[in-house]
């Protein structure tokens, strides 16, 4: 390998507005990629659907909104945001998000440490 050259993974590349996907029934998740450390979502909602407040005791969410517009809460702070827009869930604050717009909303979404990983 020359000194910029690095190996081929496949698997490490996706585009996360082609692998979105969408339910009438509630809202889709999509695992892009997951370590014993993190994972990384990609979530569909079509107008109209929410993910319900909650919280994550021991990890961090963060949320990217890749089009659409949500209206995210973060504790007690709701606020409607649209694409580039980077939201943090700290561990133990409740959280959730809605799609109240009229399009659908396709966000990225991050957590560590992974809680799917005992």
């Not at 979502?41 to 407040?53: H, N």
């Not at 561990?91 to 659908?104: D, P």
Request: one cysteine or more; a neutral charge.
């Amino acid at each position: 390998m020359g000194m910029f050259s690095m190996p081929t993974y496949p698997g490490n590349f996706k585009n996360a507005r082609e692998s979105a996907r969408f339910s009438a029934e509630k809202m889709a998740k999509v695992n892009l990629f997951q370590t014993q450390r993190m994972f990384c979502d990609v979530y569909g909602l079509e107008p109209g659907q929410e993910q319900k407040a909650h919280t994550h005791q021991g990890a961090d969410k963060v949320y990217f909104v890749v089009s659409g517009t949500g209206v995210f809460r973060i504790g007690s702070d709701e606020r409607e945001l649209g694409p580039d827009t980077v939201i943090l869930a700290p561990s133990g604050v409740e959280h959730g998000v809605r799609n109240a717009g009229t399009e659908r909303l396709v966000l990225l979404v991050w957590m560590a440490p992974n809680p799917n990983v005992a």
